[in-house]
């Protein structure tokens, strides 16, 4: 099995690393695509107007390369399919990002977009976050999580998405499957401030919204449990229902 990693903190980010070493547990063949800095927050942008620039990186974790990529993570599963690799990846991994992508804070994920992208791509997506580099729970259970999904008949409209809870090993309560939250997990609440006469400054500024649904991942991981649910695509899915 081929696996590609991605993610959108970077390839130089403590997540990937994580994930690489859980990744070459389950294959011998993994490859790295990932961007160059940071790329938090994009969605699922990508490059047009520049052309990617693309540089072989050495790695802490032995994989069978890593490249660093200009662009945003959806660029980094384009490229890597369509150009670098000789063959398609099984599964493409995005992650482990540094914080949670959950309810409908995913849909300005780049670590999503990465795995959505892997989806188009007609290859299995999973994306993979935690709270603020806690990597503890991801050591104990990931590389389990990770071969059920991978063997899992996936729809082919759907990936995988996976959140650990920021809390200890001790007092982690297992793993629960979940539905997205109808709802993000911060609202909007914008500062202002006056410039000038005509110029203003919005500064935003996050406020907790009520968590409910015992269901939803928001609940879950709240609740000291890792949350696994599917997300999906939906322009694929209309297309699955046609076909």
Known sequence: MRILITNDDGIDAAGIRKLAQIAVKISDEVYIVAPSGQRSAVSHSITVADALRIRRVPFP?????????????????????????????????????????MGYDSVYSGTVAA?????????????????????ALADRYLEA???DA??????????????FPSCSLEECRGIRETIPAPFPRYKDVYKVSCVSENEWE???????????????????????????GALECSVLRKYDREM
């Not at 974790?61 to 990529?69: F, G, R």
């Not at 980094?76 to 399919?81: D, F, I, L």
């Not at 919005?202 to 696994?228: K, M, P, Q, W």
């Open 61 to 101: 974790v032995a994989v069978q390369a890593a490249y660093s990529c200009s662009g945003m993570p959806a660029d980094c599963v384009k490229v890597a399919v369509q150009a670098i690799l000789d063959r398609k990846p099984d599964v493409v991994l995005s992650g482990i990002n540094n914080g949670h992508n």
């Open 115 to 135: 795995a959505r992208e892997a989806v188009y791509q007609g290859i299995r997506g999973i994306a993979v976050s935690a709270w603020r580099e806690e990597h």
């Open 145 to 147: 999580i990770l071969r």
């Open 150 to 163: 991978i063997d899992r008949k996936m729809l082919p409209h759907e990936i995988w998405n996976i959140n």
């Open 202 to 228: 919005y500064a935003l500024e996050d406020a907790e919204c009520e968590i409910t649904g015992e269901h939803t991942d928001f609940y879950a991981v709240d609740h000291n449990y890792i949350s696994v």
